[in-house]
């Protein structure tokens, strides 16, 4: 079992910067794949970013991409979404995810077991 709780989305103006943190419980985190991704009002999930269970090996959407940086701390059993020049269609609840069946980056949702409750991420033009 893994839990997953996120924290640090708020209200910021565009152009500006949010870390968000997910911190996991479990003995499998640092063995899974972790993820982001976000829901805005009326539109479906959509992936943000991937690593793999080391943090050696990231992916993004292209709608992100240069902009937002996941890393992890296993250590700490926490992953992390720093994110730069933010922009209004940022706007949704960002949700972190884990693979536990996956070591390497994955994309799709459907592969994701564990779901943290969401932050909210609001970005103001």
């Known amino acids: 079992q893994v839990q997953l709780v996120e924290s640090g989305g708020g209200l910021v103006q565009a152009g500006g910067s949010l870390r968000l943190s997910c911190a996991a419980s479990g003995r499998t985190f640092s063995s899974s794949a972790m993820g982001w991704f976000r829901q805005a009002p009326g539109k479906e999930r959509e992936f943000v970013a991937a690593?793999?269970?080391?943090?050696?090996?990231?992916y993004y959407a292209d709608s992100v991409k240069g902009r937002f940086t996941i890393s992890r701390d296993n250590a700490k059993n926490t992953v992390y979404l720093q994110m730069n020049s933010l922009k209004p269609e940022d706007t949704a609840v960002y949700y972190c995810a884990a693979g536990s069946r996956y070591t390497i980056m994955v994309v799709n949702d459907k592969r994701y077991d564990y779901w943290g409750q969401g932050t909210q991420v609001t970005v103001s033009s």
């Open positions: 690593s793999s269970w080391s943090g050696g090996s990231t």
